[in-house]
Protein backbone atom coordinates (compact mmCIF):
# COMPACT_ATOMS: atom_id res chain seq x y z
CA UNK A 1 0.00 0.00 0.00
CA UNK A 2 0.96 3.59 -0.57
CA UNK A 3 0.13 6.81 1.38
CA UNK A 4 -0.43 9.97 -0.09
CA UNK A 5 -0.69 13.17 1.74
CA UNK A 6 -1.08 16.37 0.13
CA UNK A 7 -0.46 19.64 1.66
CA UNK A 8 -0.06 23.58 0.04
CA UNK A 9 -3.59 24.17 -0.64
CA UNK A 10 -5.57 27.84 0.11
CA UNK A 11 -7.10 30.86 -0.66
CA UNK A 12 -5.39 33.09 -3.38
CA UNK A 13 -6.38 36.76 -5.04
CA UNK A 14 -6.15 36.48 -8.95
CA UNK A 15 -2.66 36.41 -10.62
CA UNK A 16 -1.16 34.92 -7.41
CA UNK A 17 0.87 31.25 -6.64
CA UNK A 18 0.44 27.95 -4.52
CA UNK A 19 2.77 25.60 -4.37
CA UNK A 20 1.01 22.31 -3.65
CA UNK A 21 3.34 19.39 -2.56
CA UNK A 22 2.40 15.07 -1.86
CA UNK A 23 4.34 13.16 0.11
CA UNK A 24 4.26 9.19 -0.50
CA UNK A 25 5.06 6.43 2.22
CA UNK A 26 4.55 2.81 2.40
CA UNK A 27 5.26 0.74 -0.73
CA UNK A 28 6.79 3.43 -2.60
CA UNK A 29 8.38 0.84 -5.02
CA UNK A 30 4.86 -0.09 -6.41
CA UNK A 31 4.80 3.73 -7.98
CA UNK A 32 5.74 4.22 -11.69
CA UNK A 33 4.32 7.30 -12.00
CA UNK A 34 2.41 10.39 -9.69
CA UNK A 35 0.12 12.90 -10.91
CA UNK A 36 -2.13 15.70 -9.89
CA UNK A 37 -5.81 16.06 -10.41
CA UNK A 38 -8.20 18.33 -9.97
CA UNK A 39 -12.17 18.30 -9.51
CA UNK A 40 -14.24 21.12 -9.33
CA UNK A 41 -17.65 21.33 -7.60
CA UNK A 42 -20.00 19.36 -10.61
CA UNK A 43 -17.29 18.32 -12.89
CA UNK A 44 -15.16 15.79 -13.49
CA UNK A 45 -11.96 14.71 -12.12
CA UNK A 46 -9.53 16.90 -14.57
CA UNK A 47 -6.13 15.63 -14.95
CA UNK A 48 -3.59 18.07 -14.92
CA UNK A 49 -0.20 16.85 -14.85
CA UNK A 50 2.03 13.39 -14.08
CA UNK A 51 6.01 12.57 -13.78
CA UNK A 52 7.52 9.56 -14.25
CA UNK A 53 8.64 7.81 -10.72
CA UNK A 54 10.71 4.77 -12.06
CA UNK A 55 12.29 2.63 -15.26
CA UNK A 56 14.06 4.54 -18.17
CA UNK A 57 12.14 7.45 -18.01
CA UNK A 58 12.02 8.78 -14.54
CA UNK A 59 11.80 12.40 -14.53
CA UNK A 60 9.87 12.82 -17.71
CA UNK A 61 6.85 14.66 -17.17
CA UNK A 62 3.83 15.47 -18.85
CA UNK A 63 1.02 18.72 -18.59
CA UNK A 64 -2.56 18.98 -19.62
CA UNK A 65 -2.75 21.50 -22.34
CA UNK A 66 -5.22 23.53 -19.96
CA UNK A 67 -2.60 23.78 -17.38
CA UNK A 68 0.70 23.99 -20.04
CA UNK A 69 2.92 27.31 -19.19
CA UNK A 70 1.16 27.73 -15.73
CA UNK A 71 1.35 24.71 -13.87
CA UNK A 72 4.58 22.44 -13.84
CA UNK A 73 5.00 18.88 -11.92
CA UNK A 74 8.43 18.13 -10.00
CA UNK A 75 9.47 15.84 -7.82
CA UNK A 76 12.32 15.55 -4.86
CA UNK A 77 12.90 11.80 -4.89
CA UNK A 78 14.88 11.77 -1.86
CA UNK A 79 12.11 12.65 -0.01
CA UNK A 80 9.33 10.70 -1.90
CA UNK A 81 7.54 14.00 -2.85
CA UNK A 82 6.24 15.87 -6.07
CA UNK A 83 4.98 19.17 -6.28
CA UNK A 84 2.75 21.26 -8.57
CA UNK A 85 3.78 24.82 -8.66
CA UNK A 86 1.21 26.86 -10.11
CA UNK A 87 1.38 30.61 -11.38
CA UNK A 88 -0.83 33.06 -12.69
CA UNK A 89 -3.93 31.05 -11.16
CA UNK A 90 -7.40 31.82 -12.02
CA UNK A 91 -10.83 31.73 -10.45
CA UNK A 92 -11.58 28.90 -12.45
CA UNK A 93 -8.79 26.96 -11.35
CA UNK A 94 -10.76 27.00 -7.74
CA UNK A 95 -10.80 23.18 -7.25
CA UNK A 96 -9.72 20.61 -4.78
CA UNK A 97 -6.51 19.29 -5.85
CA UNK A 98 -5.80 15.11 -5.39
CA UNK A 99 -2.44 13.35 -5.70
CA UNK A 100 -2.10 10.49 -7.56
CA UNK A 101 0.24 7.38 -7.63
CA UNK A 102 0.11 4.01 -9.60
CA UNK A 103 1.71 1.89 -12.17
CA UNK A 104 -0.62 3.06 -15.58
CA UNK A 105 0.52 2.53 -18.96
CA UNK A 106 0.91 4.99 -21.37
CA UNK A 107 -2.67 4.95 -22.51
CA UNK A 108 -3.82 6.00 -19.20
CA UNK A 109 -1.42 8.02 -17.61
CA UNK A 110 -3.77 11.08 -17.96
CA UNK A 111 -7.09 9.02 -16.75
CA UNK A 112 -8.10 8.64 -13.17
CA UNK A 113 -8.22 4.85 -13.67
CA UNK A 114 -4.49 4.66 -14.06
CA UNK A 115 -3.50 5.63 -11.03
CA UNK A 116 -4.20 2.91 -7.93
CA UNK A 117 -3.54 5.20 -4.96
CA UNK A 118 -5.03 8.79 -4.24
CA UNK A 119 -4.72 11.41 -1.40
CA UNK A 120 -7.60 13.18 0.46
CA UNK A 121 -7.35 16.26 -1.80
CA UNK A 122 -6.54 19.42 -0.94
CA UNK A 123 -8.82 23.20 -1.88
CA UNK A 124 -7.64 25.50 -3.73
CA UNK A 125 -9.45 28.70 -3.98
CA UNK A 126 -8.58 31.46 -6.51
CA UNK A 127 -10.55 34.87 -5.51
CA UNK A 128 -11.76 37.17 -8.23
Known amino acids: QVQLVESGGGLVQTGGSLRLACAAS????????MAWFRQAPGKEREFLATIRWSGGSTGNTFHADSVKGRFAISRDKFINTIFLQMNSLKPEDTAVYYC??????????????????WGQGTQVTVSS
Open 26 to 33: GSTSDIHA
Open 100 to 117: AAGRPITSSMRTVRGYGY
